[in-house]
């Protein structure tokens, strides 16, 4: 892996992890409204596999979705404009965290919905498939979403038609307060995958050049025609489920043990063994993504809130007069 990929990878797993950490102290001071979940300690993955796709591919996103969002492309400041509820941002400050989406880079949308990716990665996938392109589609999914019936569905379609869909599974051992093992019939979510006759592959998922390499050889098969494969990265969120969490469903010594882990340290020591970089290159990483956190906040500070009256745009409207969200 040349150097330059592994700089990008450290860039961007500082990137989401800066701007959510500076997202979690707004929030907590009550300067950010609505709700929102952090995917600090799951950097690695998004870092990984959307640094082997290409600009026009696809992904589908989670409620957990910031860290995707960012690593596809996203403009952090018209991120922070949205999460503040304000015109400038992705969703005209009207959708906040759950919901960002960026047409242009692929990013077909973040999802309030748990497992509400997973069709929505058909759709993509059969549409690169009919239009002869060789995108594909990264849906990313927690482990608790692969319980529901989008799962399956979604994986028996796409296999069944041979879609280039690479499924992403950030098992981070807990659906909210519920620890997987305790509503999964398998000891790993890449089992499921022999069900659907595609490969199922299991990597750590902090380890991000691990999850890089299984993305691309995934992405490659499925720009060949090979089909969908499943990817299953093993993770732990570092924090509560969302900001604000009580966290009684777990003990303090196990996040302690998981903090060890940290995909971000772990990956610094690495770089630094290798003779990658500096001491003083990370801190230039670091400071250079401090200023972009600064820049966003202004931006979004700086922006108009939306008017009353765009409450009734970006609606589908179905009869005259009749509002569908
Ligand atoms: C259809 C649906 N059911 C329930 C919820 C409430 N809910 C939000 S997040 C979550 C847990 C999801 O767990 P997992 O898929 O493992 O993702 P993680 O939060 O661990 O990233 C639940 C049950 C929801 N948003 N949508
Ligand atoms: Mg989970």
Same mark, same amino acid.
């Given at each position: 892996?040349?150097?330059?990929?592994?700089?990008?990878?450290?860039?961007?797993?500082?990137?989401?992890?800066?701007?959510?950490?500076?997202?979690?102290?707004?929030?907590?001071?009550?300067?950010?409204?609505?709700?929102?979940?952090?995917?600090?300690?799951?950097?690695?993955?998004?870092?990984?596999?959307?640094?082997?796709?290409?600009?026009?591919?696809?992904?589908?996103?989670?409620?957990?979705?910031?860290?995707?969002?960012?690593?596809?492309?996203?403009?952090?400041?018209?991120?922070?404009?949205?999460?503040?509820?304000?015109?400038?941002?992705?969703?005209?400050?009207?959708?906040?965290?759950?919901?960002?989406?960026?047409?242009?880079?692929?990013?077909?949308?973040?999802?309030?919905?748990?497992?509400?990716?997973?069709?929505?990665?058909?759709?993509?996938?059969?549409?690169?498939?009919?239009?002869?392109?060789?995108?594909?589609?990264?849906?990313?999914?927690?482990?608790?979403?692969?319980?529901?019936?989008?799962?399956?569905? $979604?994986? !028996?379609?796409?296999?069944?038609?041979? +879609?280039?869909?690479? #499924? %992403?599974? /950030?098992?981070?051992? @807990?659906? &909210?307060?519920?620890?997987?093992?305790?509503?999964?019939?398998?000891?790993?979510?890449?089992?499921?995958?022999?069900?659907?006759?595609?490969?199922?592959?299991?990597?750590?998922?902090?380890?991000?050049?691990?999850?890089?390499?299984?993305?691309?050889?995934?992405?490659?098969?499925?720009?060949?025609?090979?089909?969908?494969?499943?990817?299953?990265?093993?993770?732990?969120?570092?924090?509560?489920?969302?900001?604000?969490?009580?966290?009684?469903?777990?003990?303090?010594?196990?996040?302690?043990?998981?903090?060890?882990?940290?995909?971000?340290?772990?990956?610094?020591?690495?770089?630094?063994?290798?003779?990658?970089?500096?001491?003083?290159?990370?801190?230039?990483?670091?400071?250079?993504?401090?200023?972009?956190?600064?820049?966003?906040?202004?931006?979004?500070?700086? $922006?108009? !809130?939306?008017?009353?009256?765009?409450? +009734?745009?970006?609606? #589908? %409207?179905? /009869?005259?007069?009749? @509002?569908? &969200?």
């Amino acid at each position: 892996m040349d150097q330059h990929l592994k700089r990008n990878l450290l860039k961007t797993m500082v990137r989401i992890r800066l701007f959510e950490e500076k997202v979690e102290e707004l929030f907590l001071s009550g300067v950010l409204p609505g709700f929102v979940h952090l995917y600090i300690g799951e950097e690695a993955i998004a870092s990984g596999v959307c640094s082997a796709l290409k600009k026009s591919d696809y992904i589908t996103s989670t409620h957990r979705g910031h860290g995707h969002v960012l690593a596809k492309g996203a403009r952090m400041d018209r991120m922070m404009a949205e999460l503040y509820g304000k015109k400038t941002g992705y969703c005209k400050g009207k959708g906040g965290s759950m919901h960002i989406f960026d047409f242009n880079l692929g990013v077909l949308g973040a999802n309030g919905v748990v497992g509400g990716g997973f069709p929505i990665a058909v759709g993509a996938g059969l549409s690169a498939k009919l239009k002869r392109t060789d995108e594909v589609c990264v849906c990313f999914f927690g482990d608790g979403s692969s319980n529901r019936g989008t799962f399956h569905e $979604s994986l !028996n379609m796409a296999a069944a038609w041979n +879609l280039p869909v690479i #499924y %992403v599974c /950030e098992n981070n051992r @807990y659906a &909210a307060t519920t620890p997987t093992h305790t509503t999964t019939s398998v000891n790993n979510i890449a089992d499921r995958a022999t069900g659907y006759g595609i490969p199922g592959v299991i990597v750590d998922g902090n380890n991000v050049e691990e999850v890089y390499s299984a993305a691309k050889n995934a992405i490659e098969r499925a720009r060949n025609g090979e089909g969908p494969t499943l990817i299953e990265c093993k993770t732990y969120r570092i924090k509560g489920h969302f900001v604000g969490d009580p966290e009684r469903y777990r003990s303090k010594d196990e996040v302690k043990e998981m903090k060890a882990l940290d995909p971000i340290e772990r990956y610094i020591k690495g770089l630094f063994d290798e003779n990658v970089c500096t001491i003083e290159e990370v801190e230039e990483i670091y400071q250079g993504i401090r200023n972009e956190v600064i820049i966003a906040i202004k931006f979004a500070e700086g $922006s108009p !809130n939306p008017e009353p009256e765009d409450a +009734l745009t970006d609606l #589908y %409207v179905m /009869e005259e007069g009749i @509002y569908y &969200a």
